[in-house]
């Protein structure tokens, strides 16, 4: 048998025992790449990305091993090897010994590589850049005034809105402002919760306490975006109003955002509450569709791209809700037209659109997210809605739930209420952290975006 029919016997295989949509999308671009070179029984098995790989690795190994055993009795294992969606011959491909997993970088990193280590922050959000509108307005006015009297006016300065709206670019818009108007003698720290999570987790691990008092309570301005976060973790929590009240008694200014204002944050310790009610607090809504275009524009012209102004009006009343996927539509058209060297039609120009603000369907139902979550994980759909506690239906229990807000907008406590009779907090908390470790785990959000691809053909 050559590489491909042995393939063709194992995938008969599999097909009989997985489901389709399931099928189609691990197995649609394996294959088979022979046994490796020193003959030690192992077989190499040829996935489009990292994220396939990992995914059959964990859930079809054995029926994989199984079936390539019936055919060749000495092989012993299997080793998973990315090689891309378009190998043209695969069975050409080189068999050497695969290099390791680690070797694929995580992303963030092209991007982290501009921000200052000693602050944090990043050059390319500044108050230059950033439109005002009457979305913003507010906020804006009280991060200047956060400059011109560090620590004194607005203490703390409490910044809150929905994703993509601009709170980290205004947060440290005004710290990289700091910088330049005092000329360095001020100093500034900006972390995201997490990292001021983990720098305290770490610390109580390593029982260096010392170094994180020292960090944060040494500065002049402090940062701290996405404080949702910290809610309810009684450790982070206690040591992050220490270090508030320290900064605070000193005169030294607290600049904070959130999805949500200080009273919706459900976890977060009364005391903390009162504290940044104390302060100013400000919000950013969606802008109207004046800043969206006046966005656009000034984007347009940092990518030195030329633009027809049809277009941006149309994507400026499109894109409404996120300043973020304003900017993917742009860059996707932007691109699309230097790749085609003219410009963009209507039909392209609406599948860019559609794909970037996700229209649901009118007619998915929770029942619908619950089918569609529970056959990607092929886990029995029961173990979902009732009150089970499997360690195999958490995850897809929380990407439900994340679902069922996100696509459906349902209430909480009707979410919790759907996937076995839970209370608002459970869905609160599974929602939020989905939505969060979607930006940091590319494999997380890969899953999603297959989950809603099914959920959307139904
Ligand atoms: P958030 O922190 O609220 O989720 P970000 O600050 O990350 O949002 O903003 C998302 C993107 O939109 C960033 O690239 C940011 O530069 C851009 N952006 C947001 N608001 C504005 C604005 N008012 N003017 C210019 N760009 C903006
Ligand atoms: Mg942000």
Redesign the pocket.
């Known amino acids: 048998m050559n590489h491909e029919d042995v393939w063709q016997t194992v995938l008969g295989d599999i097909e009989l025992q997985i489901s389709r949509p399931n099928f189609l999308t691990w197995l649609k671009n394996s294959q088979f790449l022979g046994k490796d070179e020193k003959d030690t029984g192992v077989a190499l098995v040829g996935l489009p990305n990292n994220f396939a790989k990992e995914w059959v690795k964990s859930r079809y190994h054995k029926i994989i091993l199984g079936s390539l055993r019936n055919i060749d009795g000495s092989i012993k294992n299997i080793d998973y090897v990315v090689v891309g969606a378009n190998a043209k011959n695969p069975i050409a491909i080189s068999v050497k010994k695969p290099k390791a997993d680690n070797d694929v970088r995580p992303q963030s990193e092209l991007i982290e590589t501009r921000i200052d280590p000693k602050t944090n922050l990043n050059p390319?959000?500044d108050f230059k850049?950033?439109?005002?509108?009457s979305s913003?307005e507010m906020a804006y006015a009280a991060a200047q005034a956060v400059v011109k009297d560090v620590g004194k006016k607005y203490n703390p300065l409490f910044v809150y809105?929905?994703?993509?709206?601009?709170?980290?670019?205004?947060i440290q818009s005004i710290g990289n402002e700091i910088i330049l108007a005092y000329k360095n003698q001020v100093s500034v720290l900006y972390v995201s919760s997490e990292k001021f999570i983990n720098d305290v987790v770490q610390a109580l691990r390593n029982k260096r306490m010392d170094d994180v008092k020292r960090k944060y309570r040494d500065i002049d301005v402090l940062i701290i975006?996405d404080i949702q976060f910290i809610g309810g973790k009684t450790a982070t929590e206690q040591e992050f109003f220490y270090t508030f009240n320290t900064l605070y008694e000193n005169n030294k200014q607290i600049i904070i955002?959130s999805d949500r204002p200080p009273s919706a944050i459900p976890t977060l310790e009364e005391r903390l509450r009162s504290r940044f009610e104390g302060g100013m607090i400000v919000d950013?809504v969606y802008?109207d569709y004046e800043?969206r275009l006046a966005?656009l524009k000034?984007?347009a012209k940092e990518t030195g791209a030329v633009l027809d102004e049809k277009i941006m009006e149309q994507i400026a009343a499109r894109v409404q809700k996120n300043?973020?996927e304003?900017?993917g539509v742009l860059n996707k058209v932007v691109f699309y037209e230097q790749y085609k060297s003219g410009q963009i039609d209507n039909k392209k120009l609406e599948e860019i659109i559609n794909e970037a603000v996700q229209v649901a369907p009118r007619n998915i139902t929770p029942n619908d997210i619950v089918k569609t979550v529970a056959e990607f994980f092929e886990v029995p759909t029961a173990d979902m809605t009732q009150r089970s506690r499997k360690q195999e239906v958490v995850e897809p229990r929380q990407i439900a739930m994340y679902l069922m807000r996100e696509v459906l907008k349902m209430s909480y406590p009707h979410i919790g209420d759907r996937l076995g009779k839970r209370d608002h907090t459970t869905a609160i908390h599974a929602c939020d952290k989905i939505s969060k470790e979607i930006s940091q785990n590319p494999g997380l959000n890969q899953k999603i975006l297959l989950i809603k691809e099914r959920l959307y053909k139904l």
């Open positions: 390319r959000y850049t950033f439109i005002v509108g913003n809105g929905g994703v993509g709206l601009g709170k980290t670019h205004l975006d955002s950013v802008p800043t966005i000034t984007k300043i973020r304003l900017e």
